[in-house]
């Protein structure tokens, strides 16, 4: 079973085996974003994903250079603010944040737009995408499927922004068991009272979708308050003190930051090369006689650091020359 999102079809590849876990693959002809791709035989997701199958497994991910700075998951009760909080972040901070658009199964409200506040869609193409594990965590919430795909985290880490994910207590905790190297925040309300105050303002939701709402509320307080899921819990009754408070915490109560972290870049690859791996080097020459100097045209990519992986990108990829 081959997993993840495969290169596109290309003139042909060079490879070369880093470790028992994975071939780094570098193919010629293709764009400088799109050169470097690892297949991954024996990793951690491989072999959960062969247990899990009871099948042969290799996974495909694509190489990126750079950090991405650590996701932020934002959780809490339905009501509490969390929207409300992270509108205010990423109006405060465009060039800073980017919002991960969740699956939904859920009907829009009526202001929502698809594939801007969530990707709604049928709940049964969004089981078929997780059997086929395009999703980094789901979870059914107040009656309907909800999920983060990885599609949607890795397009806010490649646009060099940090990543920020509304989602309920159970995701929290898939993606806390994920390879995702995250920052988790609680957001509580004041009291039940205040919350179901809130609801009902905001009427989005019938009496009967309220109900529901609250009775999840009591456990999802209990759960966020004693789980151990979350770095931080941040209680939202006063709105301007919970979102510096929110801030705070992201680093972001001095002088106002600009988003000085440039965007992950490719590798502008020669037509023709060769590939060779010295210790945690991976040397890449261009085969260019004219030029009578070989290494004038090597590229020298440090893998010492890689993060991430299957099911998505390998981050870290340090370019020496
Ligand atoms: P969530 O995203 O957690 O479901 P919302 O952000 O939609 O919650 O907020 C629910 C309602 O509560 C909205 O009408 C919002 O304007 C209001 N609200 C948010 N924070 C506060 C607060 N601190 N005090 C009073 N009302 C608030
Ligand atoms: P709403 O229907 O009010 O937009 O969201 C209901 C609940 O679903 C909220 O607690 C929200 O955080 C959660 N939610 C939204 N997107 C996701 C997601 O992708 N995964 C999970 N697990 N929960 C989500």
Not at 68 to 74: L, T
Not at 120 to 148: C, P, Q, W
Not at 211 to 216: F, G, P, S, T
Request: one cysteine or more.
């Amino acid at each position: 079973m081959v997993l993840g999102t495969e290169p596109k079809p290309y003139e042909g590849h060079l490879a070369i085996r880093l470790n028992e876990d994975r071939i780094i693959i570098i193919i010629k002809g293709s764009n400088p974003d799109d050169c470097i791709w690892f297949l991954e035989v024996d990793t951690e997701y491989v072999k959960q994903q062969k247990k899990a199958s009871g099948t042969e497994v290799v996974a495909w991910s694509k190489g990126a250079r750079g950090d991405a700075e650590k996701p932020v998951v934002i959780s809490g009760p339905s009501g509490v603010g969390k929207g409300t909080l992270i509108n205010m972040l990423m109006k405060e901070f465009p060039s800073m944040f980017g919002f991960s658009i969740s699956h939904t199964t859920r009907a829009p409200r009526g202001t929502e737009k698809n594939e801007v506040h969530y990707h709604f869609t049928e709940r049964s193409i969004m089981e078929k995408d997780i059997k086929d594990g395009k999703f980094l965590e789901f979870a059914s919430v107040h009656g309907n499927l909800y999920g983060t795909s990885i599609k949607a985290v890795e397009a806010v880490a490649d646009s060099g922004k940090r990543c920020i994910l509304d989602i309920d207590v159970q995701g929290a905790k898939s993606v806390r068991a994920s390879s995702l190297d995250a920052v988790f925040i609680f957001i509580g309300p004041p009291s039940m009272r205040e919350l179901e105050e809130r609801l009902r303002l905001r009427g989005t939701e019938t009496e009967e979708q309220v109900q529901k709402r609250l009775r999840n509320a009591e456990a999802e307080i209990e759960q966020g308050k004693s789980s151990g899921i979350f770095d931080h819990i941040l209680c939202n009754d006063n709105l301007e003190k919970c979102y510096e408070n929110l801030k705070k915490l992201l680093g972001l109560d001095g002088s106002a930051p600009t988003n000085t972290k440039p965007s992950p870049k490719g590798i502008d690859l020669p037509p023709n090369h060769s590939v060779s791996k010295i210790d945690n080097k991976i040397l890449i020459k261009c085969e260019a006689p004219e030029s009578g100097n070989a290494t004038k045209n090597s590229i020298v990519l440090d893998i010492s650091s890689l993060k991430g992986g299957a099911p998505g990108r390998t981050r870290g990829l340090k370019r020496d020359s």
